[in-house]
């Protein structure tokens, strides 16, 4: 007796390891029916499970287990004995007596067992729900002893754990597949759109970008997004994650200024239980929750210092520690980058480290400010209006003619973020769906407070300034336009641009030279 109980500890053991696993229910199963025989011998062992008032068979073993078992259903109402041990949570071992005086046997008519053969029912339950039963029968005349029902009890409460813990699983996978559909749906339009900004941008600068994000976006090459404050800069990166290998992973994002300093190491790499003061639980980092996809840092150039050699390692070697842990984590992420601060200063005033400069910087990508492609003012309009109706529910709503035309004059130092602030403000004033000039509440331009305001008779036009300004900069530079001292360059302009703009401004093309 002494070996058995070794023997039932062990199984016992090995049963709830593998009830721990979702996947190995059907291995759980099939070896905790095969353990059985070691207590109860049988002929035939079945779990059924319980579905909507009927008993499903779910496993079998034994040597009468064929396939007319594995596909044997009961209807619960037609077998009290079977209710009887759902509602009573016992196991019991019934006789022939038993079987010809109540509700027959659950398998007549499928298997022609003797007379007087040996059944055992075993309730399958946890908590306060019924799973099933599971029967074991005996062709030969010897009803099971007392002490083979209780062991085999304990055995139906590890299954029955299983059980539970596999119709769990399906659960949550489903949930997560849904949750995974909705997030990748909603990816998709965020990502469509801006994507469709580029593609269909009438900017020559614009058209450019496109046409490098296009090739950067189908490698692992970190890119850093560059460019002035509400430019777009995440939805670019939305779009290159959308036309990436990793399209179908997460995309994370994380503002690396919006986070205090505090804090910021465990956004990024999680963090275990008690790290710290209010950690009362294990939490994933951004780093392992894009583990597969693309993980966003925008505003990259003000992470603090100290945390930027944890970065530059997980970007090298693909590993990172959580706070408070001493386990090494493997992620593998496609990292993209975002910043509007001047990096070499930043670099020079030792608050950036330069290592961590070119290892992001692999493919930068600059972004032009709104007054440099104006000319895509009504597409964008366009989009932030539909993207704003998502929010407000107010559909079909749309800028006059007239009203671009307020907007072309202005100079957008808070570019596209500043766009879509005028926009909603016009929809909350305007009484219809076009925005027409009146509803288009312009700010005025800011103006440096310790310079006097000057008289309005001495006021000049932004042409007037533009066109000075060019004109002294092509003065410096000889007339060149192209080059690394040209005036595009000095200027922060694509010369095809700086061109177009001195066309408009009236300055002779003869001054500009190659």
Known sequence: MKVADVDLTRDLGELATLAADDEGLDDLLRRGLDWLARVAPYDLATIFVLQEGRLVARAARGRLADDRVKRHTLQLKDFPSLREALETRRARAFTEHDHSHGDGDPFDGVLDLPHGHACMVVPLYAGDQSLGVLTLDR??????????????????????????????????????????????????????????????????????????????????????????????????????????????????????????????????????????????????????????????????????????????????????????????????????????????????????????????????????????????????????????????????????????????????????????NVLERATILAGGARLGPDVLDLPAPRRDASLPAPKLSQARTLDDVQREHVERVLRATGGRIYGKDGAARLLGLPPSTLQSRMQKLGLRRAKARR
């Open 139 to 420: 062709t030969v005349c010897e009803p099971y002893p007392q002490s083979a029902v209780e062991l085999v009890e304990v055995y139906g409460q590890v299954l029955a754990a299983a059980i539970r813990s596999a119709e769990r699983g399906r659960k949550m996978e489903r949930l997560h597949q849904q949750d995974h559909e909705h997030a990748k749906l909603l990816e998709q339009e965020l990502a469509g759109e801006s994507a469709g900004i580029l593609e269909t941008s009438k900017s020559a600068a614009m058209r450019e970008l496109q046409q490098r994000a296009r090739q950067v976006a189908l490698t692992d090459t970190p890119v850093l997004i560059l460019g002035e404050t509400g430019t777009g800069k995440e939805r670019l990166a939305r779009t290159l994650h959308a036309w990436s290998r990793r399209a179908d992973q997460p995309f994370v994002a994380i503002n690396c200024a919006a986070i205090p300093e505090g804090l910021i190491e465990s956004e990024l790499f999680g963090h275990v239980k008690g790290a710290f003061t209010g950690a009362g639980r294990d939490r994933p980092g951004r780093f392992p929750m894009a583990n597969g996809g693309t993980l966003f840092l925008d505003e990259i150039g003000d992470l603090p210092l100290s945390l930027q050699p944890k970065l530059l390692r997980a970007l090298q070697e693909g590993q990172l520690e959580p706070v408070g842990s001493d386990q090494t984590l493997k992620v593998d992420v496609r990292i993209l980058a975002a910043t509007h601060v001047d990096i070499d200063k930043a670099i020079a005033e030792k608050r950036f480290r330069e290592d961590l400069y070119y290892r992001l910087s692999v493919f930068p990508l600059r972004l032009p400010p709104l007054r440099e492609r104006l000319e895509d003012l009504p597409r964008l309009c366009e989009v932030l209006l539909l993207e704003q109706a998502r929010r407000t529910g107010r559909r079909g709503v749309k800028v006059t003619s007239e009203g671009l035309a307020k907007l072309q004059g202005h100079a957008w130092p808070g570019n596209l973020r500043e766009l879509a």
